[in-house]
């Protein structure tokens, strides 16, 4: 009896590490390889031709176009990353120091945005934006301005604002979990030494705060540089990038293992900026 009692306890410790590692290589690790597979196929009369092949690589890499679309790309990404950290470190730093109810009240009013639909939000800053919108609407009756401005929608410019005024919420929480993590002990100690309140940010907040930074900034990066609707959207013929490229290969060009190539580089893109980002969060302070 007690040995199969053992066994019968002894297989679900196995069954629940079956589905642990089972499922994430079903359903994640599995496509992923597929996916890369079909990189190495290539396209021959309409057909995909299964047989090992650099030439999707080789054309990413020979191509007059694709190399300077991922770095265009890229330093959008950064930017929007940069400017969304940049404005949501001084939201989560009210909500941090806020007391009560009140921090969590206005941090779910912060993140209702999250719930609506990612289509509608996009429509709401192009009409806001647009040659009609109430940007243009309001320059005009003011007198600001002669005429419509154009310098926000349908170029980089209105995909750099879009992408930073989505994904601001993605970087406010990080930071502000991580500056609720900093000890008030720490904060009270710099004071009674005489420091500033300036130089308790620099010395205490901000580098305490740098993990939630860095994280912050990183998923907003990868949010960013694998959207492809909201420059379809609002960047215009100008507004191109690396996505859309990637969309447009598995849409109008129909040539999966070209797109699969071009996933799999930008997936690279994002491996490496994770680890850098990871590398620079476990830096010590």
């Given at each position: ?133 109430f940007l243009n ?83 907003v990066f990868v ?63």
């Amino acid at each position: 009896m007690v040995f199969a009692g053992s066994a019968r306890y002894g297989l679900w410790p196995r069954l629940l590490a079956a589905v642990s590692y089972g499922l994430p290589l079903t359903f994640i690790v599995a496509p992923l390889a597929s996916f890369l597979a079909y990189s190495f196929f290539r396209m021959e009369g309409g057909q995909i031709v299964r047989d090992f092949s650099l030439a999707n690589y080789r054309r990413f890499f020979t191509d007059a176009i694709f190399l300077p679309v991922l770095w265009q790309t890229f330093l959008l990404c950064l930017a929007v990353a940069l400017l969304a950290t940049a404005i949501g470190f001084p939201v989560a730093f009210l909500l941090a120091n806020l007391k009560g109810r009140r921090r969590y009240v206005l941090l779910l009013a912060v993140l209702v945005p999250l719930l609506m639909s990612y289509i509608i939000k996009i429509y709401a800053i192009r009409a806001i934006l647009g040659g009609t919108g109430f940007l243009n609407r309001f320059l005009l009756w003011t007198g600001v301005v002669d005429q419509p401005l154009t310098l926000f929608v349908f170029n980089l410019n209105a995909v750099l604002l879009t992408l930073t005024v989505l994904l601001i919420p993605f970087a406010i929480l990080p930071i502000f979990l991580s500056l609720e993590r900093i000890p008030r002990s720490l904060i009270e100690a710099s004071s009674d030494l005489g420091a500033s309140g300036l130089q308790t940010f620099a010395r205490i907040v901000l580098p305490l705060s740098l993990p939630g930074l860095v994280t912050a900034a990183t998923f907003v990066f990868v949010l960013a540089i694998g959207d492809f609707l909201t420059p379809q959207m609002v960047g215009g013929q100008s507004g191109f990038t690396f996505g859309r490229i990637v969309y447009s290969q598995f849409g109008t060009a129909f040539n999966w293992p070209f797109g699969a190539a071009l996933s799999a580089i930008l997936a690279i893109v994002v491996i490496a900026v994770m680890a850098l980002g990871n590398r620079i969060e476990r830096r010590p302070a």
